[in-house]
């Protein structure tokens, strides 16, 4: 297995730990002053992964178009995401990383189109996208800490 996709499932595998005590209220709980929550931040972690590896390979994604849009940067909370659909999202953040494993294997992103992101990063091939993942997992991992414990406070 790539080495970064090990790290990626790794760390997901932790965020899901992290939150496993909360219930559906509080990982849909948007904190005063915040513009999401917990379990949206773990959907777009999905959503974003997906838009950077396959929408860019300009292939079919491994997600509904729906999670995509639903989720994707710029977006925010529209509804309540209950039980159900939490233990879908948890699934998709291990599932979608096994799966990008076996389309790297099979060179299903031969067709990635390069461009800078905003952070001014240019991402020219899906392994590129695999080194640059690691920094916007973080960037969501630290939200989902912080919103935890404004929850938690509460």
């Not at 932790?14 to 559906?24: E, R, S, V, W």
């Not at 773990?42 to 999670?67: E, F, I, K």
């Not at 998709?92 to 299903?108: E, F, R, V």
Request: aromatic share 8%; net charge negative.
């Amino acid at each position: 297995m790539n080495k970064l996709i090990d790290t990626l499932i790794k760390t997901r595998q932790k965020l899901i730990a992290g939150i496993d005590d909360l219930n559906a209220e509080q990982l849909n709980h948007i904190p005063q002053g915040f513009k999401n929550n917990i379990i949206w931040n773990l959907a777009h972690l999905v959503s974003a992964q997906q838009g950077l590896c396959y929408l860019r390979a300009n292939a079919p994604m491994r997600v509904t178009a729906q999670m995509r849009e639903e989720y994707a940067p710029g977006t925010k909370p529209e509804r309540f995401i209950g039980d159900e659909e939490i233990t879908e999202i948890k699934e998709l953040l291990i599932s979608t990383l096994h799966q990008l494993q076996a389309d790297l294997d099979s060179n299903y992103f031969a067709g990635y189109t390069s461009w800078v992101n905003r952070h001014d990063i240019e991402l020219n091939n899906v392994n590129d996208v695999l080194c640059y993942l690691p920094f916007h997992e973080g960037l969501h991992a630290d939200r989902i800490a912080v919103y935890k414990k404004l929850i938690t406070e509460i």
